[in-house]
Antibody
């Protein structure tokens, strides 16, 4: 079964850091580009970052550029998102997304 | 940034009827457009990719059409489980964007 499972979300204070992880199974992870997409409570979908299959190409939304870092470990079938200098407006469910399936999401809450 | 505009914002349709959802891009995205369905408390599910290709396991009542800047998602005969929010997404360049969503509700 094709599956993506996120972890690492939680409550963090403004200015803090958090690292999200996404474990992939059921498909050849190393062959596909991967994305992080977020959804603030009651809002629509917002693309956050993309990484190519070999990590050669990495892109960020302007809203997170310079604060978030995407990475992957193809040997471990895992995707990561390092989030620094977090702000209240970063509060959202963060989804790990392949071209054909998404994870169930992990909630990040930034609040004092 | 390519902006995707979905219409209508809310669509009220009776079960068994046809639903037509629209997505317009601010510039051409060729055929690099996808449609997702999202139900409350769930992750989005891919329905259509590259404008007109159904994803694995998606029923034939879902179809996509269009290219360039104008795209349509059609649900031929609505089932109760189809009432949800639908998003279009473009990936024609590195900066992926989503439409604001269309809520499909039971009339």
């Amino acid at each position: 079964e094709v599956q993506l499972v996120e972890s690492g979300g939680g409550l963090v204070k403004p200015g803090g850091s958090l690292r999200l992880s996404c474990a992939a199974s059921g498909f050849t992870f190393s062959s596909y580009s991967m994305n992080w997409v977020r959804q603030a409570p009651g809002k629509g979908l917002e693309w956050v970052s993309s990484i190519s299959s070999s990590s050669s190409y990495i892109y960020y939304a302007d809203s997170v550029k310079g604060r978030f870092t995407i990475s992957r470990d193809n040997a471990k079938n895992s995707l990561y998102l390092q989030m620094n200098s977090l702000r209240a407006e970063d509060t959202a469910v963060y989804y790990c997304a392949s071209p054909f399936v998404w994870g169930q999401g992990t909630l990040v809450t930034v609040s004092s | 940034e390519i902006v995707l505009t979905q219409s209508p914002a809310t669509l009220s349709v009776s079960p068994g009827e046809r639903a037509t959802l629209s997505c317009r891009a601010s510039q051409s995205v060729s055929s690099y457009l996808a449609w997702y369905q999202q139900k409350p408390g769930q992750a989005p599910r891919l329905l259509i990719y590259d404008a007109s290709n159904r994803a694995t396991g998606i029923p034939a009542r879902f179809s996509g059409s269009g290219s360039g800047t104008d795209f349509t998602l059609t649900i031929s005969s609505l089932e109760p489980e189809d009432f949800a929010v639908y998003y279009c997404q473009q990936r024609s360049n590195w900066q992926v964007t989503f439409g604001q969503g269309t809520r499909l509700e039971i009339k």
